[in-house]
């Protein structure tokens, strides 16, 4: 591969970085924008409870407690997809044992070893450059894995 060739593909890659980071601030804009009505909603609950008290009655209330209480949570379920998609972008997935955030195409969990069948078809594939090895498998490991994604062996790399 020549000198330019590098220097194209490092460019490239940079430059998909740069978008997939622009990618997330955009979707992180979006849930703050969503905590934001999340929070006017409980605002309004609570002077909603404060005026029902104050006249006596809090029943006066419930109708429109319930509806906000309805809004804020579409918009946590709303907060939970963008969170998903951050992950899709990142290529990355929760462990469902340990809830350790791991590469999309990982076969086993770094954090406590479980296994994965089949990666969801979801996502696009990217793996990093890792820094440790599998002393098992010679697989790359993540950083603070204490389990091969690949084998599923504990213990630490093989530096």
């Given at each position: 591969m020549s000198f330019f060739q590098k220097v194209k593909e490092s460019a490239s890659?940079?430059?998909?970085?740069?978008?997939?980071?622009v990618?997330?601030?955009r979707v992180h804009s979006q849930i703050s924008s969503v905590a934001k009505e999340i929070d006017k909603c409980k605002m309004l609950i609570?002077?909603?409870?404060?005026s029902a008290y104050s006249k006596g009655d809090l029943?006066?209330?419930?109708?429109?407690?319930?509806?906000?209480?309805?809004?804020?949570a579409q918009y946590e379920s709303t907060i939970q997809e963008l969170e998903l998609r951050i992950k899709e972008i990142k290529n990355q997935k929760d462990c469902p044992s340990?809830?350790?955030?791991?590469?999309f195409d990982a076969k086993f969990c770094s954090g406590c070893g479980h296994q994965f069948t089949a990666p969801p078809p979801t996502a696009t594939l990217q793996?990093?450059?890792p820094k440790n090895i599998c002393a098992s498998c010679q697989a790359p490991l993540e950083p603070d894995s204490r389990f091969c994604t690949e084998c599923?062996?504990?213990?630490?790399?093989?530096?």
């Open positions: 890659k940079a430059a998909d970085k740069a978008q997939q980071a990618e997330v601030q609570g002077e909603l409870v404060y029943s006066l209330a419930e109708a429109e407690i319930i509806s906000n209480s309805k809004q804020i340990c809830k350790t955030v791991i590469a793996v990093e450059a599923g062996e504990p213990g630490k790399s093989s530096e």
